[in-house]
T-cell receptor, first 109, second 122 residues
Framework: ELKVEQNPLFLSMQEGKNYTIYCNYSTTSDRLYWYRQDPGKSLESLFVLLSNGAVKQEGRLMASLDTKARLSTLHITAAVHDLSATYFCAVVDDYKLSFGAGTTVTVRA | GAVVSQHPSWVICKSGTSVKIECRSLDFQATTMFWYRQFPKQSLMLMATSNEGSKATYEQGVEKDKFLINHASLTLSTLTVTSAHPEDSSFYIC??????????????????FGPGTRLTVL
């Protein structure tokens, strides 16, 4: 059974500083997703990572994938309040998605 | 493109009644749709996989007689929560998988999520 672990589960960020969320998974997979969820809302797709060494960036968010280590990171640069949300990584297992527990991010001034 | 809708967006019902939630892919065909449940401050848990024209595949621990799934067309799947109880109160999210080959690299087989349905059972 595929297990996906995220840490930290909660992250209090100070505006302007950099932070990283980690996502480990237990078996090989050919793709990994990062999603954002705002309170009361559904998931918003941020990144899909397909291969070892893949790196994608959008604004202040950058995601990377190391398939050998079974590790993905979501790096936040110079945090701003708008980034407050819960972030999930999800790994494809066959055709299904297995989600991490989520990281709830709060950005404070 | 790749828009998924859900209806209703929220519903409140009495214990013992049944509730139907619809999931539609608006601009693509989806042979496979997925139903997830999310309790407050928790992650998404896959309940079942819905395949057009065939029976749904349920995850371990999900009662198929309680959560009836019908995938009658390539754009519509429905989840019916039968004899709902307060413990069924949750956020139900569907996703649809686009098998179209004309999508950008990485989008093939990606799941697109609906906006969710908040179910409250009194």
């Amino acid at each position: 059974e595929l297990k996906v672990e995220q840490n930290p589960l909660f992250l209090s960020m100070q505006e302007g500083k950099n932070y990283t969320i980690y996502c480990n998974y237990s078996t090989t997979s050919d793709r990994l997703y990062w999603y954002r969820q705002d309170p009361g809302k559904s998931l918003e797709s941020l990144f899909v990572l397909l291969s070892n060494g893949a790196v994608k960036q959008e604004g202040r968010l950058m995601a990377s994938l190391d398939t050998k280590a079974r590790l993905s990171t979501l790096h936040i640069t110079a945090a701003v309040h708008d980034l407050s949300a819960t972030y999930f990584c999800a790994v494809v297992d066959d055709y299904k998605l297995s989600f991490g527990a989520g990281t709830t991010v709060t950005v404070r001034a | 493109g790749a828009v998924v809708s859900q209806h209703p967006s929220w519903v409140i019902c009495k214990s013992g009644t049944s509730v139907k939630i619809e999931c539609r892919s608006l601009d693509f065909q989806a042979t496979t749709m997925f139903w997830y449940r999310q309790f407050p401050k928790q992650s998404l848990m896959l309940m079942a996989t819905s395949n057009e024209g065939s029976k749904a595949t349920y995850e371990q621990g999900v009662e198929k007689d309680k959560f009836l799934i019908n995938h009658a067309s390539l754009t519509l799947s429905t989840l019916t929560v039968t004899s709902a109880h307060p413990e069924d109160s949750s956020f139900y999210i569907c996703s649809a998988r686009d098998i179209g080959r004309a999508l950008p690299l990485g989008k093939n087989n990606e799941q697109f999520f609906g906006p969710g349905t908040r179910l409250t059972v009194l």
